[in-house]
């Protein structure tokens, strides 16, 4: 590892002696609003990372609706940092982003360009994506087109160390494709190819994403193979970490199933050992959630996880995740030196293919289905390399549009009805009265 700076170089470090970092997915329109938004996020009870989520506009480079959104004052769904510009976006970040407080910019663009050149103007060394990531979910792009745009982008951040001096980080979203319904093992796989798309590219400090799913233990089992496999695939100058999101599906509609889920995700970063989770708030099934209760849910899982920072956790059983995801990584290395030409050849051949994703430039064979016990399995692996692994077992009859809208809502009516009885999917009878702004200190009181 280098000896250049960065804000977000050395945070598994910050996350031993700080405890687990949680992190807002905040995004205003207006700068007076997102420097608020940052301020409240640094003085929450708990230790964060700050957000400058960007509007969809922005994702796709329609400049010309963001302009006349905000000539109108109708509001945009997140900060359209290319349109307010690097002087106004320093304003917003002065006195508030620096030291013991790291931005990240979270944008969902498949052609980054613009947004790559206006953060690094701006003073900014984080954001997060990929070419798979951020284009098959996301976008029509061709995906060779995304592939070449991410390692321009890439290497013009990577300058920033010779330049500067400064260390950028970029975050793998190849964890959560799709947000749900897609086994493990693939989101393993994708995280940790683009991982090493960026180390090829000249970037040195990145994290590797997963995305809470279905099952507890499950999860558990995907981010130790997650670890095991990055410690073994990223070269040895690669300062990286695991970032766990709260579920990407369909939330939970009452409060108390909310929190279960997001208490939920608190302890699975834990006891997977992640440096930072990625909140969500009670009210994600309804609406943006205001400054107040992006807070709330901050202190909220900062204090699940002090609470059960260094208690035992359960014995990870082997499924066989691992073997699926090294096959998986192992068939897309096979394919071409370059990390982005074996990424795009892997999809035409269909050794990655998401589950239930229209892209064009993905085969669409391969489906999901969640089985009696709640765990993500496959029902197809259309011509991925893992037929016949322990895990990867296929049903014997296809997923059915009414099987899919019912397991699309499985993680909501879960937690709604455990909740609405008193129940919790971690832990039955234990903390029913945690609520939102609850400290580690009210945890250790009940």
Known sequence: MSAARGSFVGLSEVRRSAGLLVQPRMGFSGPEQMRRGLAATRRARAATVGTLTLDSYTRVKDYASV???LAEDTGLNGYPIV???????????????????????????????????????????????????????????????????WARCCEQFARLRDDRGIEPHLESFGGCMM????????????????????????????????AQGTHPRQDEEAIAVLRSLAAELLPRDTDWHIVVYTYMGKYPRTPEGARHLLRGAAELAVRGGAARLIVKTPVESRRIPTIEENVEAL?????????????????????GIAAEARLLVDAVLDLDADVGKALVAAFAKGYL???????????????????????????????????????????????????????????????????????????????????AGTTASDLRQT
């Open 353 to 435: 293919d998401v589950p239930y994703c229209l892209h064009a430039d993905n085969r669409g064979r391969s489906r999901g289905y969640i089985d009696e016990a709640g765990r993500l399995r496959w029902a197809s692996v259309g011509a991925m390399p893992i037929r016949g692994v322990t895990g990867s077992r296929e049903r014997e009859h296809p997923v059915g549009s009414a099987e899919l809208l019912t397991a699309l809502s499985y993680v909501e009516r879960t937690h709604d009805r455990l909740a609405l009885h008193g129940g919790d999917p971690r832990t039955p009878g234990a903390h029913h009265e945690l609520d």
């Open 67 to 69: 302009e006349r959104a």
């Open 179 to 210: 947000g749900q319904m897609c086994p493990p093992s693939l989101l393993i796989a994708i995280t940790l190819l683009e991982g090493l798309f960026f180390h090829q590219h000249g970037l040195r400090s990145v994290s590797l994403s997963f």
């Open 83 to 149: 349109t307010h510009g690097v002087e106004t976006t320093r304003e917003v970040l002065e006195g508030i982003r620096g030291p013991g407080f790291p931005v990240q910019i979270r944008h969902g663009s498949a052609l980054p360009d613009d947004i790559f050149t206006t953060l690094v103007a701006a003073g900014l060394d984080a954001t997060e994506g990929g070419p798979v990531s951020y284009c098959l979910p996301y976008s029509r792009v061709p995906l060779a087109v995304a592939t070449d745009a």
């Open 299 to 319: 202190e909220f899982a900062g204090a699940v996880a002090a609470a059960v920072e260094g208690a035992p956790a359960p014995p990870v059983q082997d499924t």
